[in-house]
């Protein structure tokens, strides 16, 4: 919980979270119906937030396991399942360094801004248990905050990037959140993160980089 981020845990801005960040779920469900996904398919979702990546696989899947450690946006996302009547996803309050996984093994993790919350050191020991969860050939979906630029670059890159931001009182994120993000959180080097991905057994299938050097997104497999 310490480092599940002030935002995550705060009510407004779990209330307003699927307006300012739509996670393009339906896309990321085609993607992985391309790469293999189908009806039998064991999901996990770690970082779920408000759920709109679970809730758009569990149609597509036998059985989504949606984790999240923060009880707001997990309560936001029990709100959504009633109204909606599914009975195929499991909510779990947990982490990445604390999820136990059960049953037949995933065949597909999906993560999206969650892992920057996880010190380098132990983003090694998420890593490793994430390749544990899944089965063999089974893949690791993962878009985060990475910095894709050499440390000389930081100040500007860095700058830049908070600069898009709004104010405080406009909506969507605000320069103050990428600050907060920066200082607080702990976003690596596409570098860093890639070294410890394949140290612990995953080979990369997929890597993209935005232009501005500040997101990317990975197919990792298990082989």
Known sequence: MATAGRENLDP??????????DAGAP??????????????????????????????????????????????????????????????VEVVQAGFLDYEHHGAPADV???????????????GVAFARLHTALRPGGLLRLWDVVYNFEPAEAESRLEAWCATGGSVDAEGWSRADYEE???DEHSTYTWVLEAIAQR??????????STDGIFAQYVLRRP
């Open 27 to 88: 896309g990321e469900v085609a993607l992985l119906q391309n790469l293999g996904l189908d009806q039998n398919a064991v999901v996990v979702d770690l970082g779920t937030g408000t759920g709109q990546f679970a809730l758009a696989v569990a149609a597509h899947c036998a059985r989504a396991v949606a984790v999240d450690v923060s009880p707001v946006m997990l309560a936001e996302l029990r709100g959504k399942l009633d109204r909606a009547g599914m009975d195929n």
């Open 12 to 21: 407004v801005h779990v209330a307003r979270y699927d307006t300012i960040e």
């Open 181 to 183: 993000h920066v200082r």
């Open 200 to 209: 612990v057994g995953f080979t990369i299938e997929q890597a993209e980089y």
């Open 109 to 123: 993790i999906y993560s999206r801004y969650a892992l920057h919350h996880v010190p380098d050191f132990w983003k």
